[in-house]
């Protein structure tokens, strides 16, 4: 295809993506407080064991209740809209390859919103209740004549807090299949990330402490699945090799006289 029309297919894909995140947006939004009852309720569940009378988030600007409600659309939207942005990145670069090429690429198709999906859920129900744990740790009852700390949690810092977390966990789940697709373009190794296993490590932690709460739980919650991925990405590329040295081996067989 000349350079134009892939273009022309790009803006096409690009449209789609779009309009059907316009279409998830409005359907989300008419069911926005629903949603972030949903994110809040891990919150909720851990004050109800706490006690201690009446507990309530808030919020201190007139529109941010709103806000909050867009921005719960948006990202619920984002996020039931990571297959849908996947089938169409598949269907862009599919022209460009071979039927088996085509036959290899679904596996990872199918992977990728399914891992997504996996690491926003382990944010939700493992991470939420530890982290929220440790910070409502801080709370004091005001004993002995003092004035006590309670949380009183606004609306917008909380969803951003939740979102930052559950895409946080959702892209690095999603390192096998880059990892494994970079081995199938010949750029990366086993070897090589064996021999950068010690580097993977630090690096894991870094991101654990960009993409996280500064505080150690989360940010080891994120680390350790990020490593054991990494492992089990070193897995799959040397799968990945194994059958491209089995191919290699039967073109040569094939090939002889």
């Not at 382990?122 to 709370?139: D, I, K, T």
């Not at 402490?209 to 990405?233: C, G, K, M, N, R």
Request: with cysteine.
């Amino acid at each position: 295809m000349p350079l134009l029309d892939h273009l022309i297919e790009l803006r096409r894909r690009l449209i789609y993506c779009l309009l059907g995140l316009i279409a998830l947006f409005f359907i989300c939004y008419a069911f926005a407080p629903q949603i972030y009852g949903f994110l809040v309720q891990p919150l909720a569940d851990i004050l109800a064991e706490k006690g201690g009378g009446e507990r309530r988030m808030i919020y201190t600007a007139l529109q941010e209740a709103f806000f909050t409600y867009v921005k719960v659309a948006f990202f619920a939207a984002l996020f039931l809209g990571f297959p849908l942005i996947a089938v169409q990145v598949y269907r862009f670069v599919a022209p460009g390859l071979y039927r088996h090429e085509r036959r290899a690429f679904v596996p990872f198709l199918i992977a990728t919103p399914v891992l997504f999906f996996v690491g926003g859920a382990m944010a939700y129900y493992v991470v939420f209740p530890l982290a929220w744990r440790f910070f409502l740790g801080f709370e004091m009852s005001g004993a002995d004549g003092g004035l006590p700390i309670r949380l009183e949690a606004k609306v917008a810092e909380y969803l951003s807090l939740v979102m930052q977390l559950i895409f946080a966990f959702g892209l690095i789940f999603e390192m096998p299949v880059v990892m494994t697709l970079l081995a199938r373009a010949n750029i990366i190794s086993a070897a090589a990330m064996r021999a950068k296993r010690k580097y993977a490590i630090v690096l894991a932690f870094i991101a654990a402490a960009v993409l996280t709460p500064p505080d150690v739980i989360s940010q080891v919650a994120l680390a350790l699945p990020a490593i054991l991925l990494y492992e089990l990405s070193i897995l799959a590329v040397r799968l990945v090799e194994r059958q491209a040295e089995r191919a290699a081996r039967e073109a040569t067989k094939n090939a002889a006289p």
